[in-house]
T-cell receptor, first 116, second 113 residues
Framework: AQTVTQSQPEMSVQEAETVTLSCTYD???????LFWYKQPPSRQMILVIRQEAYKQQNATENRFSVNFQKAAKSFSLKISDSQLGDTAMYFC?????????????FGTGTRLTIIP | DTAVSQTPKYLVTQMGNDKSIKCEQN?????MYWYKQDSKKFLKIMFS???????INETVPNRFSPKSPDKAHLNLHINSLELGDSAVYFC????????????FGSGTRLTVV
């Protein structure tokens, strides 16, 4: 079974600063996907970024980037030039690579607050 | 156009009642899911269906029964509601190739009083 650990329950940072959210996971699988989801106060789950384990290059999406360390089973999210709208719960998630139908296993989340 | 829509968004009901939550997706995805988010924000899968066929059934009480009339719909019926069932329930869908992740609905906040 896979487990996902987010060791930072809460974080806060000043607007425009950079913040890094940590995530580690445990799996015996070799092919899998990793995701970061954002859940703002509106409750909607929004996909921020995804990483395919067989790709060594770290994924980036505008101000969001990841540091994927496969050997260390680490998948951190860096948010650059943070904005007030980044205030949300952030969830790291793992999915086995299969023919679909696979479940997402989530971490416990990190509550991020951007301070004006 | 909403990709994954759930109804209702809020549901308040008394213990012992039976209630249903509906979910529809217009993305043409093959697989649909129900997730439960508890009061500590932890998200856990309950069920998944692929083309109307039950694929994943985690350890969920028998009082919870999913129903998929077609691949665009996955409803959740809950019998004899208990206080511990209070949570946010999310519907989601994904295409056959899972690398794009899920698309989630906006959630249904269920409160049992």
């Amino acid at each position: 079974a896979q487990t996902v650990t987010q060791s930072q329950p809460e974080m806060s940072v000043q607007e425009a600063e950079t913040v890094t959210l940590s995530c580690t996971y445990d799996t015996s699988e070799n092919n899998y996907y990793l995701f970061w989801y954002k859940q703002p106060p509106s409750r909607q789950m929004i996909l921020v970024i995804r990483q395919e384990a067989y790709k060594q290059q770290n994924a980036t999406e505008n101000r969001f980037s990841v540091n994927f360390q496969k050997a260390a089973k680490s998948f951190s999210l860096k948010i650059s030039d943070s904005q007030l709208g980044d205030t949300a719960m952030y969830f790291c998630a793992f999915m086995k690579r299969n023919f679909g139908n696979e479940k997402l296993t989530f971490g416990t989340g990190t509550r991020l607050t951007i301070i004006p | 156009d909403t990709a994954v829509s759930q109804t209702p968004k809020y549901l308040v009901t008394q213990m012992g009642n039976d209630k249903s939550i509906k979910c529809e997706q217009n993305l043409g995805h093959d697989t649909m899911y129900w997730y439960k988010q508890d009061s500590k924000k932890f998200l856990k899968i309950m069920f998944s269906y692929n083309n109307k066929e039950l694929i994943i059934n985690e350890t969920v009480p028998n009082r919870f029964s999913p129903k998929s009339p077609d691949k665009a719909h996955l409803n959740l019926h809950i019998n004899s509601l208990e206080l511990g069932d209070s949570a946010v329930y999310f519907c989601a869908s994904s295409p056959r190739t899972s690398n794009s992740g899920y698309t989630f609905g906006s959630g249904t906040r269920l409160t049992v009083v």
